[in-house]
Nanobody, 118 residues
Framework: QVQLVESGGGLVQAGGSLRLSCAAS????????MAWFRQAPGKEREFVAG???????WYADSVLGRFTISRDNSKNTVSLQMNSLKAEDTAVYYC????????????WGQGTQVTVSS
């Protein structure tokens, strides 16, 4: 069983930057697609960015050009660099691990709060 722990959230002014990290433990995750999701109050959890085992990445339209996802398989970490933050980026950000051979994200972290003040 893999455990995911997010860190790096906080309060930032609009236009600022934050870098989120997700550390995986329990087993290696180098074969898994990883992704970041977020959930704002009163809204459903939504996809933000994903990265495959070979480091191919894709993004939600709302963050394209502002956020960058990366991974370091040697350290079992995945990161999300968030630039030009907007108030609408305020949410709890979750790291998810997709089960190999499926489209199911079967493991999640506890989330980290990102608050962007306007």
């Amino acid at each position: 069983q893999v455990q995911l722990v997010e860190s790096g959230g906080g309060l930032v002014q609009a236009g600022g930057s934050l870098r989120l990290s997700c550390a995986a433990s329990g087993r290696t995750f180098s074969s898994n697609t990883m992704a970041w999701f977020r959930q704002a109050p009163g809204k459903e959890r939504e996809f933000v960015a994903g990265i495959t085992w070979s480091a191919s990445s894709w993004y939600a339209d709302s963050v394209l050009g502002r956020f960058t996802i990366s991974r370091d398989n040697s350290k079992n970490t995945v990161s999300l660099q968030m630039n030009s933050l907007k108030a609408e980026d305020t949410a709890v950000y979750y790291c998810g691990l997709r089960d190999v051979g499926t489209n199911v994200f079967g493991s999640w972290g506890q989330g980290t709060q990102v608050t962007v003040s306007s």
